[in-house]
């Protein structure tokens, strides 16, 4: 079980930038993302990293959102700027288990969540 806390939530006015934290219990350069759900809404992907690394940003955040990593003490950032009231929601980061089979990698389901942080956004 990977153990996550995710830390830097808050509020700011729109246009505004705020970065996430999450501390991981593993390496977290694969098989890492970043979620979010707004009130009344389900839980939506905001930015996935794949088996090797590769980021697949939301539609709705990119150009805007950043994932990043500090690779020797295991903490995942989310840089957000350009912050809109529609990015309000809790944020979630969430580790997926790496499997390998012969020369391919690939992540399985996101199992291991952190317990959220708040980001609200006013206009």
């Known amino acids: 079980q990977v153990h996550l806390a995710e830390s830097g939530g808050g509020s700011v006015q729109a246009g505004g930038s705020l970065s996430l934290s999450c501390e991981v219990s593993?390496?977290?350069?694969?098989?890492m993302g970043w979620f979010r759900q707004a009130p009344g809404k389900v839980r939506e992907r905001v930015v996935v990293?794949?088996?090797?690394?590769?980021?697949t940003y939301a539609a709705s955040v990119r150009g805007r959102f950043t994932i990043s990593h500090e690779h020797a003490q295991n903490i995942l950032y989310l840089h957000m700027n350009n912050l809109t009231p529609g990015d309000t929601a809790i944020y979630y980061c969430?580790?997926?288990?790496?499997?390998?089979?012969?020369?391919?990698?690939?992540?399985?389901?996101?199992?291991?969540w952190g317990q959220g942080t708040q980001v609200t956004v006013s206009s």
């Open positions: 593993r390496d977290t350069s694969y098989c």
């Open positions: 990293t794949n088996a090797y690394g590769t980021p």
């Open positions: 969430a580790a997926a288990d790496l499997a390998q089979f012969g020369g391919s990698r690939w992540c399985k389901e996101y199992n291991s």
